[in-house]
Structure formats: structure tokens, C-alpha cells
């Protein structure tokens, strides 16, 4: 039988207003469905991982996943309204139901997971990144020491301002925190000279970097004062709607480790399809089985999900590449058998 989310999220919460109580106890995972699309909350303002390119579409790693998810759900990566959000509002942004789930930069946290504080379901990292400090080259700055009693431009709402506020406490030093409420905010600050330091995860840092005018001439230091393993996340009551988004990000790394492509999805298909004995992949594909129905999916969502946006490896290469406009170099993002941390368990 479907596990509907009993006593937890109501129609109602989820639109805000009134609902019969018969439509009680819905998943999100059927209001997206029957809307026929995914509102998914994203930052907007990160080269590289979610950012209006010159056609006017949003773009970037985080918006593939928004893509994956729709491909999964609906069947269709294109219907899915983008929802640009501050750290400050994300969260607030999910509980009241402006948004069916968050694809945004934001850190995997006990605080952030428990009902007791931010009552989030999280997907598995999509992210693997950590906090640092940018500074200007002329400040000749080579290490945190260096900003003793200075200012640091930091976001407000987010993990950078307990972190900094941690790091610099353990070493002693003093430093005046200024804080913002976007990067943009932090970006112009730091350059306006208001700060000589911003802090943030360090792929910001570098997609900030990417868009200055003279990028040679910023600095991002060695320091990495934290983990930041950055998630998709969604409301904590509705378990079918975080069971799906899990698999389809496991089925992106899964794919990426078994060398199914955007480009030969289609092949394996039908290679599985006439070779009965290959069980595990036509589990995977959908093929035989009924491990998409389980989730609230259809069968053959890896085919749709892979089709659409190709695997993880296809999808870090296109925004963060080295071909790309913000070149992060995959290190922890890479499959664990390529050195990173990246692995996904079996599609049993
Ligand atoms: N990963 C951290 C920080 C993420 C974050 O949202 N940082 C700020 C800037 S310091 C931000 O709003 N960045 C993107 C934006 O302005 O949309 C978290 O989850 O708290």
C-alpha cells in the first residue's frame, strides 16, 4: 500500500488555506503531480550552480537537480518553476508551502534536520564544499591569523556566520562580523571595501569571483573552516516526497557509476530490455521490477531523470568543469572510486 504522510502535512498547509478533510494527509509528491509542475526554490544568484543566463533561463548544477526532479515526478525536466530565495527565507520558504522543495546551496545540518529546529528532510549531498575566505591580492593576506581585528563581510541566515564566528573564537582572535542578507550584498560590500575579507562556502567564493572585473586580483585562501556538504531539501513530514528525491539523486550518481549517459540511456536500454539475465540493470531501468512504484514514481523515472539531464559526472562537468565559467575541480565530488566521496547504494 502507497505510504501517504498520515497526520503530518494537510492539503490545507500545503496551499495555505482551506481543505476538506478528505484531501488530508496528501503528499506533496501528488499536489506536484497534479499541478503538473515543480516549484523549486533556488538561490539564483550563484554562477554555477543556479544563475539567469543571457537567454533569460536559469542555469547551473542546482537547477539540473530542480530539472532531475521534474523529469522524475512529471516526466518533463522543463516544467519547473524557479523561486529565487535569501538564505533567510529559504526555510520559511518550504514550511509555509511556497515552494515544494529547495535545490539552494544550503549545508546538511542536525539543526536544520530535526524536527525540533528546522524540521527539513534532506536528500544526499549533491555538494561536497567547505567555507573559506576571499581577500584582495594588494592586502598581501595569506592566512585567517592575517585578519585579526579586521572586518568580514558574511551572510546572515546562514552556517558562514556561526562557523567564522567558531574559528575565530578558537584561535582567539578578534574580528568585527558585517552581515548581509544575499551574496550580492556581501559581494558589494567586500568590494566596496567595507570588509577586508567575505566569507562563504567556498563555491560561492570562486562563482562571486568569476563575475568580478579583475578576478587575478582576489585571493581565496587555504583556510577551509568547516563542512559544507550542500543538499536538496524539503519538509521533514512528507516522506514520500523526500524518499523520491533521494533516489533520484542516488540514481544520478548510480548511473554515473555504472557509465549510463544522456548520450547511450537509450542504447542500454534495449540492451537490457533483450538480454533478460542483466537483472540488476533492468531493475535499474525499470525494465522488470517495481522499485519506481515503490516510491511514488513511475518505473522507468532513472530513464526519464538520465535522458533529461544526463548522470551527476555529466551534470558537474557541464556547470563546474573545467570547460565551464566557474572550473571547481571535482575532488570529494568525484565517485568514491575516483578518489571523492560520491556513492550510491544498490537499486534493490
Ligand atoms: N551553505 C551555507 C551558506 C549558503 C548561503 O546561502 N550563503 C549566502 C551568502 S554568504 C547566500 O545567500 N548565497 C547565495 C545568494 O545570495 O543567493 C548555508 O546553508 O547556510
Known amino acids: ?6 497526520g503530518m502535512i494537510g492539503l490545507s498547509m500545503l496551499l495555505g488555506g482551506c481543505a476538506t478533510t478528505s484531501q488530508e494527509n496528501i503528499s506533496r509528491l501528488d499536489l506536484i503531480k497534479k499541478r503538473n509542475e515543480l516549484i523549486c ?6 554562477p554555477g550552480f543556479s544563475f539567469m543566463g543571457s537567454d533569460g533561463s536559469y542555469q547551473g548544477l542546482d537547477v539540473d537537480i530542480c530539472k532531475a526532479f521534474a523529469a522524475a515526478f512529471l ?9 529565487p530565495l535569501t538564505a533567510a527565507e529559504r526555510f520559511t520558504a518550504i514550511k509555509t508551502g511556497e515552494i515544494d522543495l529547495l535545490s539552494r546551496n544550503t549545508t546538511f545540518t542536525l539543526s536544520r534536520d530535526s524536527s525540533a529546529g528546522n524540521g527539513l528532510s534532506f536528500a544526499p549531498v549533491v555538494f561536497h564544499d567547505g567555507q573559506g575566505l576571499m581577500v584582495k591580492r594588494e592586502s598581501q593576506i595569506t592566512n585567517i591569523k592575517g585578519l585579526a581585528n579586521k572586518s568580514i563581510c558574511v551572510g546572515s541566515g546562514t552556517t558562514t556566520e556561526q562557523n567564522i564566528n567558531d574559528a575565530f573564537e578558537s584561535q582567539s582572535l578578534p574580528y568585527q562580523p558585517i552581515k548581509y542578507q544575499d551574496l550580492n550584498q556581501v559581494v558589494a560590500g567586500y568590494l566596496q571595501g567595507r570588509c577586508s575579507a ?7 567564493l570562486a562563482a562571486a569571483r ?11 585562501l587555504d583556510d577551509v573552516l568547516s563542512k559544507e556538504p550542500l543538499a536538496p531539501a524539503s519538509d521533514g513530514r512528507d516522506f514520500l516526497l523526500a524518499d523520491a528525491m533521494r533516489w533520484v539523486i542516488f540514481s544520478l550518481i548510480s548511473a554515473e557509476e555504472q557509465g549510463i549517459t544522456k548520450a547511450n540511456i537509450l542504447e542500454k536500454v534495449k540492451f537490457a530490455t533483450d538480454n533478460p539475465q542483466l537483472k540488476p540493470l533492468r531493475r535499474f531501468l525499470g525494465i522488470e521490477g ?6 511514488g514514481l513511475g518505473n522507468d523515472f532513472v530513464v526519464k531523470v538520465i535522458s533529461s539531464t544526463g548522470n551527476y559526472g555529466e551534470i558537474y562537468n557541464r556547470h563546474l568543469g573545467s570547460n565551464s565559467e566557474v ?10 572510486t575516483n578518489g571523492g566521496v560520491h556513492i550510491a547504494p544498490p537499486f534493490n
Open 198 to 204: 567575505m566569507t562563504s562556502d567556498r563555491s560561492q
Open 290 to 295: 517495481d522499485l519506481g512504484e515503490k516510491i
Open 1 to 6: 500500500m502507497r505510504r501517504l504522510i498520515s
Open 327 to 336: 572550473p571547481i575541480p571535482r575532488g570529494l565530488n568525484n565517485l568514491y
Open 75 to 83: 516526466g518533463d525536466a522543463s516544467k519547473v518553476q524557479y523561486r
Open 41 to 46: 526554490g533556488v538561490s539564483g544568484k550563484i
Open 210 to 220: 568569476s563575475g568580478f572585473k579583475n578576478p587575478e586580483d582576489h585571493i581565496i
